[in-house]
């Protein structure tokens, strides 16, 4: 293999220091190096990349366009060495990390009540959980299980149904209160919010009800749910939302039923995983763990 010739991690950050504290100087003092040590590695760094990096403005430190360009993917490379070292020093004995994706709004909603009863069954396994909006390819982002909204079929994965969705729409009492919608038809006269991945979910409100409007496109679009949520819940207008995320407000009074009709659609709520981590302990831990909790809040019992 050719040998290839990076910059050093003390480079990045001898760079990313001195261009967080505008001062070669200060720079030194955090990294506890010596002044011209820091010019010195950017300097190097600067003749690698042939563009100069800083320049000097009534003998202050400015980035330069290149600067701030690189400063950018020099911060993101140190925080995945940073996150890389900190799960081999987390990895405690016998102890193995699972890493879990989830939907952000499922995730805080209804996953992150299933965990501790988990973490607690499996001590020698580790939790790392983030959030993805929408489906993605799981082996490229190195992620063992996840949660998906869709059609439950996707290639080289084993899915999981956990709930099929019934969509409500629902707003703050004091809000439609000052709307008063007598019928299905109204709704369409009120302020709709949207999420921005389901575009047509109020059109498809409205025509599952044989309803035709010219403003079921019309209104504010949110990245999640959750955002969703808390705007309808502050009189922000209506929203359409899976009943199970909002069980909570409508009993407490927070939210109320904008109108009656429940949209039944196609896609589901799925637990995926490679086909090729299947048989791995930890994934079939919390597969099992999820499934039955899954089981145990479906309506009915179904």
Known sequence: MTARHLPSTI????????????????????????????????????????????RRVRRSLVLTPEGSLYLTEVRK?????????????????????????????????????QLPDFLDANPLIDLSVRDHVETFDLDQEDIDVAIFHGHGSWPNLECHKLFDEEVVAVGSPAYLARQHPSSAADLAECRLLHLSTRPEAWHRWFADQGITTDRSY??????????????????????????????????????????????KGPDAYYLVHPEHLGDLSRVRRFVDHVLARAEADAPDGA
């Open 218 to 263: 019309h209104g504010t679009r949110f990245e999640t749910f959750q955002m969703l949520i808390r705007t309808a819940m502050s009189g922000g207008g209506l929203a359409l939302v899976p009943r199970f995320f909002v069980d909570a407000e409508l009993a407490e009074g927070r939210l109320s039923l904008a109108w009656s009709h429940v949209l």
């Open 77 to 113: 490379i140190l925080a995945q060495i940073e996150m890389s070292a900190n799960t081999i020093m987390t990895y405690g004995g016998q102890s193995e990390v699972l890493r879990v994706a989830s939907l952000p709004t499922f995730g805080a909603r209804w996953l992150a009540r």
């Open 11 to 54: 480079t990045m950050q001898c760079f990313e220091a001195a261009a967080r504290h505008m001062s070669f100087t200060r720079a030194a003092a955090e990294l506890s190096i010596t002044q011209s040590a820091v010019s010195k590695q950017v300097a190097q760094l600067e003749a690698y990349l042939q563009h100069k990096l800083f």
